[in-house]
């Protein structure tokens, strides 16, 4: 039986800007102190309550998750994880007491006993944002029947840091914003977004230029704001960048010096024998420009999705089961991937 595809290796509604969609929900159970406060036995008794209601008899989620102990997974796996944004950096660095309810295509996690009891996180290709949303909701009322969530009726639903009190909704876009960052207007945008309530970040590496020209558009108020107020603030900002970047394409694929670029940066993808990381994602993020674009045929933007998680480290690494590789060896497995992957299926364009 074919596994379904994961989130990552697809492409989505106004794909060729938006890469995917998050919507994170934090909820607490009544009756036991946050997971701060709560002692390990604390969290073994949150633990077994939660996957009683999720994978016990006669529920709803039968066969829909799997349950994943954080304890029981190697480093390698545990950081493939992040990688897959699956769960958060802190959320591996304590493993005991906390796991991770998994949905087959990778579309659904919940982090159990990270800063809140429950994280519920629906994952979608493009710019779906309604569509997580209606997905998060729904699981989030079937668990509320059986778990009864902390909610106040002035404050909201009760979260461990005040900035999630409210509706504990956080939403965000990744977004691919290679010609925005050229013409070098992503600071004075972000400056901008953040009077509104929205952050504008890095998705991948550190500082105002993103690694790979990917970056994640959020909500950042939960508090006095419907659920879908916040959404739909946030997708008419995403509309207006992914009308912005395109305008900014436009004008930089007609630059001699950008085809050439996307067109050297295609081969090198299919014929290196060495690749870093960082050399990677650039490169694949000229072929992602060059493939969105029309500039470059016969390359899915899904295919090029998959390859910015599945060549991460980590996630490199996780079918062969080691948990270190020496630099180039780790470097020749990824050319290898992206080799197999990228083979007879783009095509240079006869004339630049």
């Known amino acids: 039986m074919n596994e379904p595809l994961k989130w990552y290796e697809k492409n989505g509604p106004q794909g060729d800007v938006a890469v995917s969609v998050r919507v994170r929900l934090a909820r607490n159970l009544q009756g036991y102190p946050f997971p701060g406060r709560l002692n390990d036995a604390g969290k073994k008794q949150v633990l077994e309550v939660i996957k009683e209601a999720v994978l016990g008899p006669n529920s709803l989620f039968a066969g829909v998750f799997a349950w994943v102990p954080v304890s029981s997974l190697s480093r390698t796996a545990a950081v493939s994880l992040v990688e897959r944004h699956l769960v958060s950096p802190e959320f591996i660095s304590r493993p005991q007491g906390r796991a991770l309810l998994l949905s087959k295509d990778e579309s659904i996690a919940v982090m159990i006993n990270e800063e809140d009891h429950i994280r519920i996180q629906v994952l979608q290709e493009g710019l779906s944002l309604?569509?997580?949303?209606?997905?998060?909701?729904?699981?989030?009322?079937?668990?509320?029947?059986?778990?009864?969530?902390?909610?106040d009726p002035r404050l909201g639903y009760l979260t461990q840091s005040p900035i999630d009190l409210g509706t504990g909704m956080r939403a965000s876009l990744v977004l691919h914003l290679p010609a925005m960052e050229e013409s070098g207007v992503i600071g004075r945008t972000a400056s901008n977004l953040s009077k509104l309530g929205l952050s504008l970040?890095?998705?991948?590496?550190?500082?105002?230029?993103?690694?790979?020209?990917l970056y994640?558009?959020?909500?950042?108020?939960?508090?006095?704001?419907?659920?879908?107020?916040a959404l739909s603030n946030l997708e008419t900002i995403a509309m207006q960048l992914l009308r912005q970047e395109r305008g900014a394409r436009e004008k930089l694929m007609q630059r001699l010096d950008t085809q050439d670029t996307v067109a050297r940066s295609l081969g090198i993808l299919q014929n290196a024998r060495l690749l870093g990381q960082g050399e990677c994602l650039k490169l694949l993020s000229n072929v992602r420009l060059g493939a969105a674009c029309g500039f470059l045929k016969g390359v899915s933007l899904g295919t090029l999705n998959s390859l910015l998680v599945l060549t991460q480290p980590a996630t490199l690494r996780l079918p062969s089961g080691q948990e270190e590789l020496p630099g180039e060896e780790q470097e020749l497995l990824r050319a290898r991937l992206v080799r197999r992957m990228l083979a007879n299926r783009v095509e240079m364009p006869e004339e630049i």
Not at 216 to 229: A, K, M, P, W
């Open 201 to 213: 970040q890095s998705a991948w590496g550190e500082g105002e230029e993103a690694t790979g020209c």
């Open 130 to 151: 309604k569509e997580a949303w209606k997905t998060a909701s729904r699981l989030d009322d079937a668990l509320n029947e059986r778990l009864s969530f902390a909610f």
């Open 216 to 229: 994640q558009l959020s909500n950042r108020v939960t508090l006095g704001l419907s659920e879908e107020e």
